[in-house]
Structure formats: structure tokens, C-alpha cells
């Protein structure tokens, strides 16, 4: 069965810290992988999608996720969070480059001052 | 500029009283989707649409229903919300190898 997995539910780091989000997906074929963000009561906003070719993707915001076949894994990463990064993540997955998307149940991220 | 616009932005209706969410688009995608984000939740796919084309999910219930009229318009009906559908509400566009455009959603409470 297709399905992706955000194995943290919440997350706390301090502002200037690294952050890394984990995604793991389950899928027979190389997905396509999509990292956006959500505020509260807020639509989604798409930081980056991987599809093809060089591993490591480049996001807006300063954000970066590196897809790794082997660990079916598609991290994404920030070196220096900022409080205005405060928000709920969902890393997707979808099987066509569409937009049908399956959604992990999110990491809410908290930023302390 | 917003590219993707629904309308109201949050919405109250009573239980079992119809109800209905708009979605319009000025980016001239033929892909239009619904999702339906609960409170603390993953969004989870209704339906979409690919130009006329209305793709239904399996686990979609009955109860909704969607229309797309045009290009530019895509609507959800609820013709019986239940206090489990209070929800957001988010609209996508896109097109194929292109990323998704979503709109700020509508929030829809059942009393």
C-alpha cells in the first residue's frame, strides 16, 4: 500500500537551531515528494517538490530536503529556523505529477526565543 | 495577487442544512481538487476534477457533491453537513509537472 509517514508529531527548537523534518514513504516506484507548510488557519504552501533527478532540493524560505531511495526517506532540513517558521509541516506524496496528493499527518514545529 | 480565491473564508451552517463552498482560479488550470482538512489532521482528498472530468474517492461520502461550470469555478456541496464535517476546506489547482496553487481555504462550522 502507498502511504507517507511523518514519524514526529511535534517539534520544539530554539530560533537559530537546525531543524530537520523526517518523511518516510512506502511506494514501489520513485514518488513524486512534496514538503509544504500551513499556518494556522492558513492554505498550504508548497517549500519544495522533488520529481526527478539531483537528490537534494533546493526550497523557498532557506529550506532544503534531500531525497534518499535506499532509506525511502525525504528529510527536509533548515539550518537557522527563524520565528517566523512556526507552523505545521506535511510532507505529501503523490504517483503522477498532478497534484493527487496523500498527506502525512503533519510535524507542528515550535520556536523558542 | 491571489491566484486561488475561496469564498467565504469562514462559514457557518446549521446541521443538515445545505451548504455550499466556492473555489474560483484566474491561473487557467484544467486540475482542480477539494480537500478536506480536520482539526489537527493531514488534508485528505475529496475529489478533483480534471477539466470536465469529475474523479471521484472512493471514501468520499455521499454527501458531498462537486461542480465545476467552467474553467474558472469549482464548487462543493454539502447537502447534509453533520457536526463531522465542520472542517477546513481547501481548494487546489494545478497542472501536470507544475506545483499545486491552493487557496486560504473556508473553515465550515455545523451548529
Known amino acids: 500500500a502507498q502511504s507517507v509517514t511523518q514519524p514526529d508529531i511535534h517539534i520544539t527548537v530554539s530560533e537559530g537551531a537546525s531543524l530537520e523534518l523526517r518523511c518516510n514513504y512506502s511506494?514501489?516506484?520513485?514518488?513524486?515528494l512534496f514538503w509544504y507548510v500551513q499556518s494556522p488557519g492558513q492554505g498550504l504552501q508548497l517549500l519544495l517538490k522533488y520529481f526527478s533527478g539531483d537528490t537534494l532540493v533546493q526550497g523557498i524560505k532557506g529550506f532544503e530536503a534531500e531525497f534518499k531511495r535506499s532509506q525511502s526517506s525525504f528529510n527536509l532540513r533548515k539550518p537557522s529556523v527563524h520565528w517566523s517558521d512556526a507552523a505545521e509541516y506535511f510532507c505529501a506524496f503523490g504517483t503522477d505529477s498532478w497534484g493527487k496528493l496523500q498527506f502525512g499527518a503533519g510535524t507542528q514545529v515550535v520556536v523558542t526565543p | 495577487d491571489a491566484m486561488v480565491i475561496q469564498n467565504p473564508r469562514y462559514q457557518v451552517t446549521q446541521f443538515g442544512k445545505p451548504v455550499t463552498l466556492s473555489c474560483s482560479q484566474t491561473l487557467n488550470h484544467n486540475v482542480m481538487y477539494w480537500y478536506q482538512q480536520k482539526s489537527s489532521q493531514a488534508p485528505k482528498l475529496l475529489f478533483h476534477y480534471y477539466d470536465k472530468d469529475f474523479n471521484n474517492e472512493a471514501d468520499t461520502p455521499d454527501n458531498f457533491q462537486s461542480r465545476r461550470p467552467n474553467t474558472s469555478f469549482c464548487f462543493l456541496d454539502i447537502r447534509s453537513p453533520g457536526l463531522g464535517d465542520a472542517a477546513m476546506y481547501l481548494c487546489a489547482t494545478g497542472r501536470a509537472n507544475e506545483k499545486l496553487f491552493f487557496g486560504s481555504g473556508t473553515q465550515l462550522s455545523v451548529l
Open positions: 511506494y514501489g516506484a520513485t514518488p513524486y
